[in-house]
């Protein structure tokens, strides 16, 4: 081997480096939000490298272009040096199998290795990253050179993609909530705000409604004077009129009218005919959509029909911001908490309670599937209609049935493993 294929070799390594490095660089700049950049100083001595990301980040596509015209310029020479390289060797059969065999070596030091380095530890490689992609940035031929090359491809894309802009991802807002809360610019309350309202776009409407067992309505041949007793009874400020059933409802009334009729003297008058036209929608339905409605539409109560057209319950527009600040309860709210602690650190909760509020409360990952309540969870762990004292484990507790009434689960007892037995 002479001096010329020495040098060529050694260019060649260093070219391949060099990519594996830039690669890197650019995988980790790529994928790695601002929010996230924020929080990952935090605590780590690192504030000044941070505050150097921080500030590539801000103009992100501006030094990214140097680094990609430098990652292209390498890729050429890496080509050139090992189709050079082949050729120099005696035989016409050298050159193909020496290129494939180069080629693949290339490929995974200098393309595979280093961006799946990058993208399994994006913060540390970010990190590291700043010296060199500031150094790209900083030269001004380069970063013309660069500039000018983007502005003539951007010049061939069509007008609407042009126009797209940075997208904030929901892990972004949720790290910055973190990092506030951490500094204390925020307190709990308001950090947990953050996630419901982040959550809240998720939740569809079946997660949030009153499920058809507990609806309480009145029949299409109903009077005012019943009707209004059977409102003030519940608590309700609206329940549904029914004609032959519950997946057949006809209105709404509203408990105001249904009072109004009674001081007129009208109190054995249909209550039908102080009805509302009801609003139905698809239990499918996002909730934040929902919320929108009401507030455009001006309606507080709506009728979910499932995907055969049956009633699959109600939501109201209550429902709908307990998700977001919590519980709402006034003085005319009857229904049994959702968890009660109980004494030796058990935990009494509700069949309707849902799945992701019990893992919230408990601090575990319980089995996710399709149901959304806790009681749904046990009778699809069991396969069958429970009885009182039937349990089921999971992640490391024991959930008793305490209670069930008809074949709905009510009552459930969390605690243990040694619980109910």
């Known amino acids: 081997m002479d001096v010329t ?16 490095v830039l690669v890197a660089a650019e995988t980790s700049l790529v994928h790695i939000g601002r ?47 090992v189709v050079s390289w082949a050729y120099q060797r005696p035989g016409v059969g050298w050159v193909i199998p020496a290129v494939v065999v180069l080629g693949v070596v290339v490929f995974v030091v200098a393309e595979a290795l280093p961006r799946s380095v990058a993208l399994r530890r994006t913060d540390s490689v970010a990190l590291r990253a700043v010296g060199v992609v500031g150094l ?48 204390r610019s925020i307190d709990e309350e308001e950090h947990e705000l953050i996630g419901s309202v982040i959550a809240f776009g998720d939740t569809l409407v079946r997660e949030v409604m009153v499920p058809r ?39 709404i009334v509203h408990v105001k009218d249904l009072a109004k ?18 609003t139905f929608i698809p239990e499918t339905m996002k909730a934040d959509d929902l919320l929108r409605q009401m507030q455009s539409e001006r309606f507080h109560l709506a009728v979910v029909v499932d995907e055969h057209g049956g009633t699959a319950g109600l939501v109201t527009m209550e429902d709908l911001l307990e998700e977001v600040v919590g519980e709402i309860v006034d003085e005319f709210d009857l229904e049994e908490p959702l968890s009660q602690p109980l004494a030796g650190g058990d935990l009494r909760v509700h069949g309707r309670m849902p799945v992701d509020e019990l893992n919230d409360l408990l601090g ?27 349990a089921v484990e999971f992640s490391g507790r024991r959930f008793c049935v305490e209670q069930v009434v008809g074949r709905r689960i009510t009552r459930i007892r969390v605690g243990a493993p040694e619980v109910c037995q």
């Not at 505050?51 to 801000?58: F, P, R």
């Not at 126009?163 to 809360?181: C, I, K, N, Q, Y």
């Open 213 to 251: 067992p507990d609806i309480v309505g009145v029949e299409n041949g109903c009077t005012v004077q019943t009707a209004l007793e059977e409102a003030v009874s519940g608590g309700h400020s609206r329940i549904p009129v029914s004609g032959t059933g519950i997946d057949d409802i006809v209105g």
């Open 5 to 20: 294929e020495v040098v060529g070799l050694v260019l060649l390594v260093l070219a391949t480096g060099c990519s594996a």
């Open 364 to 390: 575990e990952d319980l089995p996710d599937g399709d149901w959304d309540t806790v009681g749904g969870l046990i009778f699809n762990a069991l396969g069958h209609v429970p009885e009182a004292g039937e």
């Open 136 to 183: 790209l940035a900083s030269v001004v031929p380069l970063r013309w050179l660069a500039t000018l090359l983007a502005t003539i491809s951007e010049r061939l894309l069509p007008r609407s993609a042009r126009e797209v802009g940075p997208v904030v991802t929901e892990e972004e807002l949720l790290a910055v909530a973190d990092r506030a809360l951490a500094t």
């Open 261 to 278: 009729a009674h001081l007129d003297g009208r109190s054995g008058e249909p209550a039908v005919e102080m009805s509302r036209r009801p």
């Open 35 to 81: 929010a996230r950049a924020e929080v990952i100083g935090d605590g780590t001595g690192t504030d000044e490298r941070v505050e150097a990301l921080l500030a590539l980040l801000d103009r992100r596509t501006e030094v990214l272009r140097p680094l990609v015209l430098a990652l292209v310029v390498l890729r050429v020479a890496t080509t050139a040096l």
